[in-house]
């Protein structure tokens, strides 16, 4: 998949909705465990259900592992399932894997041979060798952890290089930029760290941002699109997980969860559409 | 297991070895294929030579899901061997994980409840949230990645901060001080950052470090071990894969691994010998 692809997605959806799989045994509706694979099951009725209303599913690994290798099994299925059934989906597997280069090729084959994942999340930190192999596959991206939005992203991400004054996660974003083009990587950047975007978009002006932290940690949409936004219409990718897909746990959760979806993408297209208004006004003065 | 349980093993085993099991599928013997499982078979046949020779084990998580649900399945099947056959070993999965809170207590229950893993390895780039949830398990262990071995490891690790002067990896250690204690953190030094081990045994007396790189990436046994035991007789968990599980491939391989396992084992043992020897003078004088 390219960025293109993407862009183009966006354009015809009027969205920017990622939906996170984080199926959690403990939330998932009582009714699905009288099938044989319950995960499977709970996040294949959510994408059928939701698949016009997002341009891409992003599934949790952790909450795959955590049930051994049946869970890995229902990774592969639903990761199969997306691309086989909605080939224009952006897949995205959540994984945060980051080693030195002979494993990171094995992480590579894992996600991007076995797996018809079109991204992977990547942890930065060991540098350089832990994103090459990714970038050997055409039309794969790597999501570096730019900026997370969890309380303790102060303890590394946001301390100042004595050499250049950079930020940790400064230097992350411009590294990006040395090993990659827009066309292979993105970044992660949590919607809490809104504030930094302009920061962020000085450094990366095209690239692709994975936005979760909306809602659920206290970000503001309004704020990560008005300073996120590529051309104003699009480089977001915003992802909403446990607003959507728990919104419900009856039998309609499915149909309970394109509800809050159709919400949500209907407060971006209003926000695309007002961006866009903006672009013909500056464009015509 | 506990911080003095690993210190008796090395006590009666005299070595530090770790042996990392890695199983490339394109590196393992060719006769291995007609059984069901070759990767666990591998993997058995190395535990099964090797054992008494070694204090611990570490699967490496990539080798495994490079094979999808059936890799993943005979890692389950390696750690319950090795635990059930060879309780005193310290069974560490080299998984590099490192999430936010709610996806860190997922792949705490993956390797520390659904997998009978004494210790993982973690990523410390996102900060606490990723640690804690490992941490309310007694008995087991977070081994933070402090500072790596591979090339790319002055991208980020060797980066100093302006306000402290110290180092990122000297902030990880720190961290790691404040997090918890040496009954259940330890950490991650490649060999070739050998020089650095003086400035780190400051900052964490008594914790345990794991060492890989010696050999293959050219760090030195005797280097590590001169500024890295503590006391002169423990603290260090010495890594070697490829140089033993790859010294044969073919029927023998197992032998083979364990010929390589006992004479690095030697080496280690007079290191320690000597090591003993010094200390005594010291104490007498």
Same mark, same amino acid.
């Given at each position: 998949m390219t960025y293109s692809d993407i862009k183009k997605q966006i354009e015809e959806k009027k969205t920017l909705l990622c939906i996170g799989l984080d199926p959690d045994i403990e939330k998932i509706p009582k009714h699905l465990f009288s099938s044989d694979d319950p995960i499977f099951e709970f996040c294949k009725e959510i994408v059928d259900s939701t698949h016009d209303l997002a341009i891409s599913f992003k599934p949790n690994t952790a909450f795959f592992e955590a049930h051994g290798y049946k869970g890995w099994q229902s990774l592969e299925k639903i990761a199969s399932y997306i691309k086989e059934k909605y080939p224009e989906i952006f897949l995205i597997a959540d994984a945060k894997r980051g080693d030195i280069l002979?494993?990171?090729?094995?992480?590579?084959?894992?996600?991007?041979?076995?797996? #018809?994942?079109?991204?992977?999340?990547?942890?930065?930190?060991?540098?350089?060798?832990?994103?090459? #192999?990714?970038?050997?596959?055409?039309?794969?991206?790597?999501?570096?952890?730019?900026?997370?939005?969890?309380?303790?992203?102060?303890?590394?991400?946001?301390i100042q290089e004595l050499e250049t004054r950079e930020y940790i996660f400064e230097k992350i974003f411009k590294y990006g930029t040395w090993w990659g083009t827009e066309n292979n990587i993105m970044y992660v950047v949590g919607a809490t760290m809104a504030y930094k975007l302009q920061q962020i978009r000085n450094l990366v002006p095209n690239h692709f941002l994975l936005i979760p932290g909306i809602g659920a940690q206290g970000g503001s949409l309004e704020e990560v699109c008005n300073f996120g936004l590529v051309d104003n219409n699009y480089g977001l990718i915003i992802n909403q997980s446990r607003s959507i897909i728990y919104a419900d746990t009856t039998e309609k959760f499915a149909d309970v969860a394109r509800d809050k979806a159709l919400e949500f993408k209907n407060e971006i297209s209003k926000i695309l559409e007002e961006a866009k208004n903006k672009r013909k006004k500056r464009t015509r003065f």
């Open positions: 002979h494993t990171s090729k094995m992480y590579a084959k894992a996600f991007f041979e076995n797996m #018809p994942f079109d991204a992977i999340t990547i942890n930065p930190l060991l540098g350089k060798d832990v994103v090459a #192999p990714f970038l050997e596959y055409e039309g794969k991206f790597v999501i570096l952890l730019g900026l997370s939005s969890n309380p303790s992203a102060y303890d590394l991400q946001l």
